[in-house]
């Protein structure tokens, strides 16, 4: 691999090689004792950011919401819901945060909005035929009486993806009913999100994470979809795109974000939530003129296999590399099933959504030990990367949280076969002692927290050699003193069993065989896991060593 260039020379920029700390709001820190977490408690907390080591936070929505969706349905993208806080405390914490040299990167979800929002309800209003309707997706239905949906579309969390309303139309919605789709062939669309843009860069937020930002252009003809039609895109360039998602117009919209951003100080950047495949139209999103990062989530899904993992990788790296961007990696978020927990199924288990009571059950240790593996793996790659909160304490998943608790849409639409992401969800441990684990000043927790979360409490692993926060601070700390981010990186071992390579002048070894192996000469920096006494490599380790 060659460093990433364009051009007119290398990229370089804070977030070309930044490591990055995904907030969910409502279940990392209390202030108030209500069970959710709020901004005032993410203030309180941001010295453990500074700790960690990492360089910015993003944090999911906290704007006004009924919350069908945990804020995801934005009722108001200019305000902050009372249930986290006030504008005031969005400002406190923007600026405490750039106090302890840590940027802000915030959620906007311009694929639809709250059906509560002032837009959707004067649609409601107005009728069919009228500007306000405009603003959205309606369309008549199909049959005599129009009362067939207008195409076959299904929901991402299951069931139809449209509405019909009292006199007649149906109203589009990828996700919720909650959730109605924007129109974004309407100019009045594009001057309004350009106006939120231009309200929260003058709060000197650094950046905005894009939600389904390969969704907000739909097919013109909203042609039917026989496939299977799930929220990732396209796994192979030769099959047709779904009308749905990834259309080529988003990128004119995400030109236009970009000149405004470009006239900001500071460098301000947009991230892409794109769930698309290949790697190379993943790669269009982060083009010189469009965003800047892209989540990577062929990578995230990727086996624990090497010659998966080599495959991924190597993909991944020539499409970035081909339009002058950094690779974006990840391996958890608020959506996913937690990698501590993932990578405890058997190899080549499909990705599920939610494990639950009567589910087959990861294996917790085997799931810790690949999960800090694949951390050091991820952190020694080229690029930036992302980091969901609690995973710097070796969370998994709640995989037994009663189905009465559950709250994501996914779990009521899909007539509950599928569990939804509330297990990746549940307010983190703080102190092992404490009410709520520390996560507020009572016991309630929006989500109730298992017995096991002690075990994994900041106070019980800050400053225990070999605990899993250590693990990820020392790693931090070795990943920016050796410029691993910068690269280049360079292959040495790529057979079934190891994958190697130099970087940064480190030699980096994964172990995926069955196997001790014999770790690379010269002076170990880091270990996911102790070394045999003889010093080989165990299975499902990764080393770090300086040469």
Same mark, same amino acid.
């Given at each position: 691999?060659?460093?990433? /260039?364009?051009?007119?020379?290398?990229?370089?920029?804070?977030?070309? /090689?930044?490591?990055?700390?995904?907030?969910? =709001?409502?279940?990392?820190?209390d202030s108030d004792g209500d069970g959710i977490g709020d901004l005032p408690g993410i203030t309180a907390r941001l010295d453990h950011l500074a700790e960690?080591?990492?360089?910015?936070?993003?944090?999911?929505? *906290?704007? =006004?919401?009924?919350? %069908?969706?945990?804020?995801?349905?934005?009722?108001?993208?200019?305000?902050? !819901?009372?249930?986290?806080?006030?504008?005031?405390?969005?400002?406190?914490?923007?600026?405490?945060?750039?106090?302890?040299?840590?940027?802000?990167?915030?959620?906007?979800?311009?694929?639809?909005?709250?059906?509560?929002?002032?837009?959707?309800?004067?649609?409601?209003?107005?009728?069919?035929?009228?500007?306000?309707?405009?603003?959205?997706?309606?369309?008549?239905?199909?049959?005599? @009486?129009?009362?067939?949906?207008?195409?076959?579309?299904?929901?991402?969390?299951?069931? =139809?993806?449209?509405?019909?309303?009292?006199?007649?139309?149906?109203?589009?919605?990828?996700?919720?009913?909650?959730?109605?789709?924007?129109?974004?062939?309407?100019?009045?669309?594009?001057?309004?999100?350009?106006?939120?843009?231009?309200?929260?860069?003058?709060?000197?937020?650094?950046?905005?994470?894009? !939600?389904?930002?390969?969704?907000l252009i739909k097919q013109a003809d909203l042609a039917n979809w026989q496939e299977p039609q799930e929220i990732l895109s396209g796994k192979e360039a030769d099959k047709p795109r779904p009308p749905m998602w990834d259309q080529d117009g988003v990128h004119d919209i995400y030109r236009d974000w970009r000149?405004?951003?470009?006239?900001?100080?500071?460098?301000?950047?947009?991230?892409?939530?794109?769930?698309?495949?290949?790697?190379?139209?993943?790669?269009?999103?982060?083009?010189? !003129?469009?965003?800047?990062?892209? *989540?990577?989530?062929?990578?995230?899904?990727?086996?624990?296999?090497?010659?998966?993992?080599?495959?991924?990788?190597?993909?991944?790296?020539?499409?970035? @590399?081909?339009?002058?961007?950094?690779?974006?990696?990840?391996?958890?978020?608020?959506?996913?099933?937690?990698?501590?927990?993932?990578?405890?199924?058997?190899?080549?288990?499909?990705?599920?959504?939610?494990?639950?009571?009567?589910?087959?059950?990861?294996?917790?240790?085997?799931?810790?030990?690949?999960?800090? %593996?694949?951390?050091?793996?991820?952190?020694?790659?080229?690029?930036? %990367?992302?980091?969901?909160?609690?995973?710097?304490?070796?969370?998994?998943?709640?995989?037994?949280?009663?189905?009465?608790?559950?709250?994501?849409?996914?779990?009521?639409?899909?007539?509950?076969?599928?569990?939804?992401? @509330?297990?990746?969800?549940? =307010?983190?441990?703080?102190?092992?002692?404490?009410?709520?684990?520390?996560?507020?000043?009572?016991?309630?927790?929006?989500?109730?927290?298992?017995?096991?979360?002690? /075990?994994?409490?900041?106070?019980?692993?800050?400053?225990?050699?070999?605990?899993?926060?250590?693990?990820?601070?020392?790693?931090?700390?070795?990943?920016?003193?050796?410029?691993?981010?910068?690269?280049?990186?360079?292959?040495?071992?790529?057979? @079934?069993?190891?994958?190697?390579?130099?970087?940064?002048?480190?030699?980096?070894?994964?172990?995926?065989?069955?196997?001790?192996?014999? %770790?690379?000469?010269?002076?170990?920096?880091?270990?996911?896991?102790?070394?045999?006494?003889?010093?080989?490599?165990?299975?499902?380790?990764?080393?770090?060593?300086?040469?």
């Amino acid at each position: 691999m060659t460093q990433q /260039e364009t051009a007119g020379g290398p990229v370089t920029g804070w977030w070309t /090689e930044a490591v990055i700390y995904q907030i969910y =709001p409502r279940s990392f820190a209390d202030s108030d004792g209500d069970g959710i977490g709020d901004l005032p408690g993410i203030t309180a907390r941001l010295d453990h950011l500074a700790e960690l080591g990492v360089d910015a936070v993003w944090l999911s929505p *906290f704007y =006004p919401s009924p919350q %069908a969706d945990a804020g995801y349905d934005v009722a108001d993208y200019r305000d902050v !819901d009372p249930l986290f806080g006030t504008l005031t405390d969005a400002d406190k914490m923007i600026a405490e945060a750039k106090a302890r040299g840590l940027r802000v990167i915030v959620d906007l979800v311009p694929n639809h909005t709250s059906s509560a929002h002032r837009w959707f309800q004067a649609a409601l209003a107005a009728g069919p035929g009228s500007p306000e309707r405009q603003r959205y997706v309606f369309r008549d239905g199909q049959g005599a @009486d129009g009362a067939e949906p207008p195409n076959d579309w299904q929901s991402v969390f299951g069931g =139809p993806a449209w509405t019909r309303v009292p006199d007649g139309q149906w109203y589009l919605h990828l996700f919720d009913t909650g959730q109605p789709d924007l129109n974004w062939d309407s100019p009045e669309v594009r001057t309004e999100f350009l106006d939120v843009l231009r309200f929260w860069l003058d709060r000197g937020v650094d950046g905005f994470r894009v !939600d389904v930002a390969h969704g907000l252009i739909k097919q013109a003809d909203l042609a039917n979809w026989q496939e299977p039609q799930e929220i990732l895109s396209g796994k192979e360039a030769d099959k047709p795109r779904p009308p749905m998602w990834d259309q080529d117009g988003v990128h004119d919209i995400y030109r236009d974000w970009r000149r405004l951003l470009d006239s900001y100080d500071g460098e301000r950047i947009l991230v892409a939530e794109a769930w698309v495949e290949p790697a190379e139209r993943l790669a269009r999103y982060v083009r010189p !003129d469009e965003m800047h990062q892209a *989540f990577n989530f062929e990578y995230l899904l990727a086996a624990w296999t090497a010659p998966a993992q080599y495959a991924v990788i190597t993909r991944s790296l020539e499409a970035t @590399d081909s339009v002058g961007a950094p690779t974006t990696w990840v391996l958890s978020n608020h959506d996913v099933v937690r990698h501590a927990s993932r990578l405890g199924l058997p190899v080549g288990t499909p990705r599920p959504n939610g494990i639950g009571i009567g589910d087959p059950q990861p294996d917790a240790a085997l799931g810790l030990r690949r999960a800090r %593996a694949a951390t050091l793996l991820m952190l020694a790659l080229p690029g930036s %990367a992302y980091l969901y909160q609690g995973e710097e304490l070796g969370l998994p998943e709640h995989t037994t949280l009663p189905d009465e608790a559950r709250q994501d849409p996914t779990w009521k639409r899909s007539g509950h076969t599928e569990r939804g992401r @509330d297990g990746c969800r549940v =307010p983190i441990p703080w102190e092992a002692d404490a009410p709520s684990y520390g996560f507020g000043p009572t016991d309630a927790s929006w989500l109730p927290q298992p017995p096991s979360w002690a /075990e994994y409490a900041l106070d019980r692993q800050r400053g225990v050699p070999g605990s899993t926060y250590e693990l990820y601070r020392t790693a931090l700390r070795l990943r920016r003193e050796h410029g691993l981010a910068r690269g280049p990186l360079e292959w040495l071992s790529t057979g @079934d069993e190891v994958l190697a390579f130099h970087n940064g002048g480190l030699t980096v070894l994964t172990n995926f065989g069955t196997a001790a192996v014999p %770790a690379p000469a010269g002076e170990v920096l880091g270990s996911s896991a102790p070394l045999d006494d003889d010093g080989r490599v165990p299975t499902d380790v990764t080393v770090w060593v300086r040469a």
